[in-house]
């Protein structure tokens, strides 16, 4: 079976930086995704990671490490627009197993 | 390019009644998905396809059926509704290829809002 273990929820202030760990329990794994959810919405890509190490994407970066079973996502100069769920996903080959995401509030 | 689409974007149903929700894609992708979300929590897949005229099961598939007769159409049937199928049904696709991370990227549709009651 799998299992994604994430924050149900993160407040932080604007302009601040938020880190959203994932750990992961899972029978076959080939990379670790996060998508971005507004309310209401519907979910938007964020980052893939396969390999151990940091993806750096403008503002967003992602973290693997595939020998601890332990991600996360960082958000820097974090915006109000930035206020929204943020989900992890492991890749199964085939598809995603989703975990039940982390709201982040942005406040001023 | 429109994307993914589905439709309709709206449904009240009764139990028992039975439907079919449209998933649409232009991006000539060869992997879709049809995902549910219910309050508070993730997406559950529900079934998937990787290619035209093939499907398999996802983590929650019962009570559903599906179909993939042409490569950018992605149909997902209830045929006898309960009121544990309310929820809102996302599809979304992909592309086959594993080149780079973005290569990852699943493309969702916004969404249809099913109510039974």
């Known amino acids: 079976g799998q299992s994604l273990e994430q924050p149900s929820e993160v407040t932080a202030v604007e302009g601040a930086i938020v880190q959203i760990n994932c750990t992961y329990q899972?029978?076959?794994?080939?990379?670790l995704s996060w998508y971005q959810q507004h309310d209401g919405g519907a979910p938007t890509f964020l980052s893939y990671n396969a390999l151990d190490g940091l993806e750096e994407t403008g503002r967003f970066s992602s973290f693997l490490s595939r020998s601890d079973s332990y991600g996360y996502l960082l958000l820097q100069e974090l915006q109000m627009k930035d206020s929204a769920s943020y989900f992890c996903a492991v890749d199964g080959a085939n598809n995603l197993f989703f975990g039940t995401g982390t709201r982040l509030t942005v406040i001023p | 390019n429109a994307g993914v689409t589905q439709t309709p974007k709206f449904r009240v149903l009764k139990t028992g009644q039975s439907m079919t929700l449209l998933c649409a894609q232009d991006m000539n992708h060869e992997y879709m998905y049809w995902y549910r979300q219910d309050p508070g929590m993730g997406l559950r897949l529900i079934h998937y396809?990787?290619?035209?005229?093939?499907?398999a099961k996802g983590e929650v598939p019962d009570g559903y059926n599906v179909s993939r007769l042409k490569k950018q159409n992605f149909l997902l049937g209830l045929e006898s509704a309960a009121p544990s199928q309310t929820s809102v049904y996302f599809c979304a696709s992909r592309d086959a290829g594993f080149f780079s991370p973005s290569s990852y990227e699943q493309y969702f549709g916004p969404g249809t809002r099913l109510t039974v009651t």
């Open positions: 396809s990787v290619g035209e005229g093939t499907t």
């Open positions: 899972t029978s076959g794994f080939y990379g």
